[in-house]
């Protein structure tokens, strides 16, 4: 919901534009799964899903920041490659951890929990957007609270950082 925003009000973009950027996520997406598929990481997993998540977050920092559309066009490349980089790790740790008999339960309810967020952060958005925050204030503010979030975890789960 926010990208076409983002892309009229604060790049003042046309559909055209809005089509370049979702392109580059997407290249930046399979950009980053490309890169996972060649470093083929067996260690070290959870510290690489954390590292990449705190990378993701500045990507996606730096993207709310931008005003020009090459710049945007750079930052969310980076967001799309962060967000595989950061996805797959995840999703091999809850394989190998994971008992083969509870695994499709697993990864039902991480579909179904991203699936039932995405309605509730389309909510929100609507609502911060009528009470008189730019879209750009709540990419700015949204990152900042995973930026910090992520660096608590960082900080105090070592077990994740850990996970293989």
Same mark, same amino acid.
Request: with cysteine.
């Given at each position: 919901?926010?990208?076409?925003?983002?892309?009229?009000?604060?790049?003042?973009?046309?559909?055209?534009?809005?089509?370049?950027?979702?392109?580059?996520?997407?290249?930046?997406?399979?950009?980053?799964?490309?890169?996972?598929?060649?470093?083929?990481?067996?260690?070290?997993?959870?510290?690489?899903?954390?590292?990449?998540?705190?990378?993701?977050?500045?990507?996606?920092?730096?993207?709310?920041?931008?005003?020009?559309?090459?710049?945007?066009?750079?930052?969310?490349?980076?967001?799309?490659?962060?967000?595989?980089?950061?996805?797959?790790?995840?999703?091999?740790?809850?394989?190998?951890?994971?008992?083969?008999?509870?695994?499709?339960? %697993?990864?039902?309810? /991480?579909?179904? *929990? #991203?699936?039932? =967020?995405?309605?509730?952060?389309? $909510? !929100?958005?609507?609502?911060?957007?009528?009470?008189?925050?730019? %879209?750009?204030?709540? /990419?700015?503010? *949204? #990152?900042?609270? =995973?930026?910090?979030?992520?660096? $608590? !975890?960082?900080?105090?789960?070592?077990?994740?950082?850990?996970?293989?």
């Amino acid at each position: 919901m926010g990208l076409p925003i983002f892309v009229r009000n604060v790049l003042d973009g046309t559909a055209l534009s809005y089509s370049l950027i979702e392109g580059s996520l997407s290249i930046g997406l399979l950009i980053g799964s490309i890169i996972m598929f060649a470093w083929n990481t067996n260690r070290h997993r959870g510290k690489i899903a954390l590292y990449s998540l705190l990378c993701l977050s500045f990507s996606y920092l730096l993207f709310s920041q931008t005003t020009t559309f090459t710049t945007g066009l750079a930052s969310i490349f980076l967001v799309g490659g962060f967000i595989q980089i950061t996805t797959l790790p995840v999703i091999s740790i809850i394989q190998r951890q994971v008992s083969k008999e509870y695994l499709g339960r %697993i990864m039902s309810l /991480m579909t179904i *929990s #991203s699936m039932g =967020l995405t309605p509730i952060s389309y $909510g !929100v958005t609507s609502m911060l957007l009528t009470v008189g925050l730019t %879209i750009q204030d709540i /990419m700015f503010w *949204s #990152s900042l609270i =995973l930026i910090v979030v992520t660096i $608590g !975890v960082i900080l105090s789960a070592r077990q994740i950082r850990a996970t293989h």
